[in-house]
């Protein structure tokens, strides 16, 4: 990488730990598609693992800011993650073909750009219980998937317990933000044990990572961003999933 890219990455980091932490996102599919625009002589297990990293930075800060703001509930987590964690692992353990990875990844981003663009709707009404017969099958899914792809599952598990009415916006944001840590972690740990870790310019991105996280995890935890920012961010992503299909096609 040299300095010219090094000082377009930086800013387009915080920006995106910014915008994905003040929703209590670790940002990974936005840090994909920043690698994908600008550094797409990466391999796969880079960028992924690299995303991986970051997300464990990122939602950690958004983690932390919500369970302080009194948003967390450990029993609305724990479904998801019986079979996440294991799932996730799997997942960061497959060493899938350049193709296949492009495919899913190129989904994963078109799907958190339709989320991302999409407004926050919040739950009508009193929220429900979680059924585990749902929760169960959906975490080992998102697990599966996020291990593959180099993502925690937020933007996936964000919009379901809206959708089921399982949590308010607040309770959903600090939900998915643990949700994220542990996946990340437990994906790290599946591409570590397999030999196959590896990160990309790493060094580059931690920094400006930190402070968007920092300070979008504790705006966030009062108040979301603008519905017109989340579409700008969205149709970063779709740009980046188009041009993943178009090299992979």
């Known amino acids: ?6 000082l377009m990455l930086s800013p387009l980091i915080l920006v995106v730990a910014f915008l994905y932490s003040s929703v209590g996102h670790g ?7 920043v ?9 796969p297990r880079e ?8 997300n464990l930075l990122v939602a950690g800060l958004a983690s932390l800011a919500y369970w302080r703001a009194g948003h967390f ?32 990844l190129s989904g994963a981003l078109a799907f958190a750009a339709v989320r991302l663009f999409l407004p926050a709707s919040a739950s009508a009404g009193a929220t429900r219980p979680v059924l585990l017969g749902l929760a169960i099958p959906i975490g080992a899914g998102i697990g599966l998937l996020s291990g593959i792809v180099g993502v925690g599952g937020g933007i996936f598990l964000s919009p379901l317990l809206l959708l ?29 044990s397999a030999g196959t870790l590896a990160t990309g310019p790493l060094a580059i991105m931690v920094v400006p990572a ?7 995890s504790q705006l966030g935890a009062r108040r979301f961003s603008g519905l017109t920012i989340r579409r700008i961010l969205a149709f970063a992503l779709v740009i980046a999933a188009g041009k993943l299909l178009l090299t992979a096609l």
Do not use: C, E, H
């Open 35 to 43: 690698m994908l625009l600008f550094l797409a002589a990466l391999a």
């Open 73 to 104: 509930r450990v029993r609305l987590l724990l479904p998801f993650l019986i079979t996440s964690i294991p799932t996730a692992f799997l997942g960061g353990r497959l060493l899938v073909p350049a193709t296949t990875y492009a495919f899913v």
């Open 1 to 6: 990488m040299d300095l010219t890219q090094a």
């Open 164 to 192: 089921f009415r399982w949590a308010d916006p607040k309770q959903t944001a600090a939900t998915s933000a643990t949700f994220i840590w542990i996946n990340s972690l437990s994906g790290l740990l599946g591409r570590l």
């Open 210 to 216: 930190f402070l968007g996280g920092l300070l979008g």
């Open 27 to 33: 940002g990974a599919s936005g840090y994909l598609a």
């Open 47 to 54: 960028m992924s693992a690299t995303a991986l990293i970051l």
